[in-house]
């Protein structure tokens, strides 16, 4: 028997792959039709973007077989998969910095002329003309010549999507594509993905977005711990039901906050001013007030001088003017690791740059704000039997997936759990002052919920909270009091309860009123 079946354009039967320690999938199969929008719904660490990986030809699984219409294959490699029409765009970007973004689209498939008929030379000039055709047809829109480290997280992602539109493949696979986009990218995106299908492309979703399964999807697989739970027809399932599949349990789908209690102000920004590496002015004259038990939100579309405000609160960043108060006291001027001993946690937005060290242990980062303090250090000698205790607490609290337990190497986790230990890192730290950019960027419903309840009891602790999120719905969930930022200016400052998200969005767009 062949084993062909022409109406799946993929099929993965029985697939299992193991890793030291973890059974990433466990006999996972899954049948895609042509022409569909396939979601692969779980939570992190749940074995989707691994059972993705084999179909790419990023890793061979242990046990089972893959077909592409209607042929086994066996791919060893990315450029396998490719010769198959097979793309993806991961959630960690795969661009070369130093390179132009038409230089990244056409790595290794360059086209080459002859220069004086024998010289061969790779023809840039053509390349980009036909990349600024795809990126205007799809609304992708790009400057091919522009250098990969000049460009935002957003246009990353489009230049990951023209990679694959570029090397005409059939099969797209999409790795988490909305955790870094604002709402309105969101929906543009969805928008990219309806035309693909209307073209002909069959999709492969990776998430853990239900609202955005509910809007594009056709069915949806669901996994939990590395194990097929069940596949739905998206239209006829609710998404309560999808959520307590995903995680296990019946999950809160909103954040339930009592009253607050504001104490004295902790932090007190006044006049501040930013300029960022391009001497342009990113943080206009910004002030605002956080007092204890308050979670001071500030909304905004990405790149508006919402992370340069936290950078420069933080002292990741130098500011041109103003000054930045904790507790009454000015911190102006102080270092970063000052400033962290005066009371303030910070979870960053790019958390592989800035929260953690890739190649160190997950114990090693769990405690590196405090490795050279009681109980981790002791007369100058590092106490690896507290630092392991401790981290053990950290990852059972939080919920942290990790094949080695402390052992674990950062960079061998998921983003999302990579991002859990962050979260747990910087809260446990009890601080006056807590900042979050983006604190679930990348999370699935069940840490969201988790660390949302967290939020919430750290300000009913009596901290300060400083949120920054792209999440509207996160800002109108969680916010005591709402900023909205817009061009590196807080246009309005106020109550949550006197604001709609209507309100919020419609000063995110720079509109005041009348």
Do not use: W
């Not at 990405?302 to 960043?317: C, F, H, K, P, R």
């Amino acid at each position: 028997m062949s084993g062909k079946n022409e109406e799946y354009i993929v099929e993965m039967r029985h697939i299992t792959k193991r890793f030291p320690g973890i059974i990433a999938n466990d006999d996972v199969t899954i049948q895609v039709k042509k022409g569909e929008i396939y979601a692969l719904l779980g939570e992190n660490g749940a074995g989707k973007s691994t059972l993705m990986s084999m179909l790419y030809g990023l890793y061979e699984p242990d046990d089972g077989e893959i077909y592409i219409r209607g042929e086994k294959v066996v791919f060893k490699s990315p450029s396998e998969a490719a010769a198959r029409n097979i793309g993806m765009v991961h959630q960690h970007f795969k661009l070369v910095d130093n390179y132009t973004i038409g230089e990244n689209i056409v790595l290794g498939i360059e086209p080459m002329k002859k220069f004086l008929g024998f010289i061969p030379y790779v023809d840039m000039k053509e390349a980009n003309e036909k990349i600024s055709r795809l990126s205007k047809e799809y609304g992708l829109e790009v400057n091919p010549t522009d250098l990969i480290s000049d460009i935002n997280v957003s246009i990353r992602q489009r230049v990951e999507i023209l990679k694959m539109l570029y090397r005409e493949a059939e099969i797209l696979i999409f790795d988490e594509p909305t955790a870094i986009l604002t709402p309105q990218e969101v929906e543009y995106l969805l928008k990219i993905m309806e035309e693909l299908r209307k073209g002909g492309k069959t999709i492969i979703l990776i998430t853990h977005k239900i609202e955005e399964i509910k809007k594009i999807a056709d069915r949806c697989a669901i996994l939990r711990r590395g194990a097929l739970v069940d596949i739905l027809d998206v239209r006829t399932t609710s998404t309560q039901e999808m959520a307590n599949l995903m995680v296990g349990r019946t999950v809160e789908l909103e954040a339930t906050k009592s009253a607050a209690k504001f104490g004295k102000n902790v932090l007190s920004v006044k006049n501040l001013c930013v300029r960022n590496e391009d001497k342009v002015e990113v943080v206009k004259n910004v002030s605002f007030d956080i007092r204890e038990g308050e979670i001071f939100a500030i909304a905004g579309v990405s790149g508006n001088g919402q992370v340069e405000l936290a950078d420069a609160i933080t002292g990741l960043m130098k500011a041109e003017s103003g000054s930045v108060s904790l507790l009454g006291k000015d911190i102006s001027g102080e270092t970063i690791r000052e400033r962290n001993r005066d009371g303030i946690s910070y979870i960053p937005e790019d958390r592989q740059k800035f929260g953690v060290f890739m190649d160190f242990s997950l114990r090693d980062n769990l405690t590196i704000r405090r490795y050279y303090k009681e109980p981790f250090s002791k007369n100058g000698i590092f106490r690896f039997e507290e630092a392991r205790k401790y981290a053990e607490r950290v990852i059972e609290r939080y919920d942290v997936r990790s094949g080695q337990g402390p052992k674990t190497v950062m960079r061998s986790m998921s983003g999302g759990n990579q991002q859990k230990a962050i979260v747990g890192r910087e809260i446990e730290e009890h601080s006056p002052l807590i900042i979050f950019v983006q604190p679930t960027r990348g999370l699935d419903m069940g840490a969201i919920e988790n660390i949302h309840r967290d939020i919430i009891a750290e300000r009913d602790r009596g901290a300060a909270i400083l949120l920054i999120s792209l999440e509207l719905t996160e800002v109108m969930g969680l916010a005591d009091t709402i900023g909205v930022i817009y061009n590196g200016q807080l246009l309005k400052i106020a109550d949550a309860s006197e604001l709609t998200s209507q309100d919020v969005g419609r000063y995110m767009m720079g509109v005041t009123e009348a």
